[in-house]
């Protein structure tokens, strides 16, 4: 079983430039994570899909940061403008039901 | 609140040494769930277990070891006769088994297997 894809692995950017992530889920699994790991940190969740829903986006910086779950499977976070303090490693999960959670490699971002 | 520390920061061991990595967690919740990740240098957070609140039951898993004690709110994770591809960073977590449930991590514990 293929596990989550996430594109692209590394990306860096100047300040102020927009940046997308994207994130294919382990195939069935319903709900979806985006997580920001900061250097030397835990990740910390930025939004949580059930479905195509966002149902946790409490901790996302909506000023800047939008994220998206067509159709219930894939999923895009964007970053517009993107600043210095944005560079980090974004990570992907996905859950089925219950069942603990799924991470994929991660998006390394950069900003310069 | 949900917090998970983790005192440990680096850990360094030779190989074939048993190595045990601390992890106390709070929360409010009666119920809750308890994991351990590991991140090599890749980058990829690797399920290790999950641990439901009600089962207090140490696990064993080849090499490796969970020992989840309620009444200290700990749950170490033991390797024995750590090897070299045991070097990565391990996070401990904790979620909500109902609504919220995101994970909170802790700073994570960097072990080092030297050969």
């Known amino acids: 079983e293929a596990g989550v894809v996430q594109s692209p692995r590394y990306k860096i950017i100047e300040k102020k430039q927009p940046v997308a992530f994207w994130c294919n889920p382990i195939?069935?699994?319903?709900?979806l994570y985006w997580y920001r790991q900061n250097l030397g940190q835990g990740p910390e969740l930025l939004i949580r899909?059930?479905?195509?829903?966002?149902?946790?986006d409490s901790q996302l910086p909506k000023d800047r940061f939008s994220a998206e779950r067509l159709k219930g499977v894939d999923s895009t976070l964007k970053i517009q403008p993107a600043e210095l303090g944005d560079s980090a490693v974004y990570l992907c999960?996905?859950?089925?039901?219950?069942?603990?959670?799924?991470f994929g490699p991660g998006t390394r971002l950069l900003v310069l | 609140a949900q917090k998970v520390t983790q005192a440990q920061t680096e850990i360094s061991v030779v190989e074939k040494e048993d190595v045990t990595l601390d992890c106390v967690y709070e929360?409010?919740?009666?119920?809750?769930?308890l994991f351990w990740y590991k991140q090599p240098p890749s980058g990829e957070l690797v399920f290790l277990i999950r641990?439901?609140?009600?089962?207090?039951q140490n696990e064993i898993s080849g090499r490796y070891s969970w020992n989840f004690q309620k009444s200290t709110s700990s749950f170490n994770f033991t390797i024995t006769a750590s090897q070299v591809v045991d070097s990565a960073v391990y996070f401990c977590?904790?979620?909500?088994?109902?609504?919220?449930?995101?994970?909170?991590f802790g700073t994570g514990t960097r072990l080092t297997v030297i050969p």
């Open positions: 999960a996905s859950r089925y039901g219950s069942g603990a959670q799924y």
């Open positions: 195939s069935g699994h319903n709900t």
């Open positions: 899909y059930e479905n195509e829903e966002a149902v946790d």
């Open positions: 929360t409010r919740d009666t119920t809750y769930y």
């Open positions: 641990r439901n609140s009600f089962d207090e």
């Open positions: 977590a904790l979620s909500r088994q109902t609504g919220a449930n995101n994970l909170f």
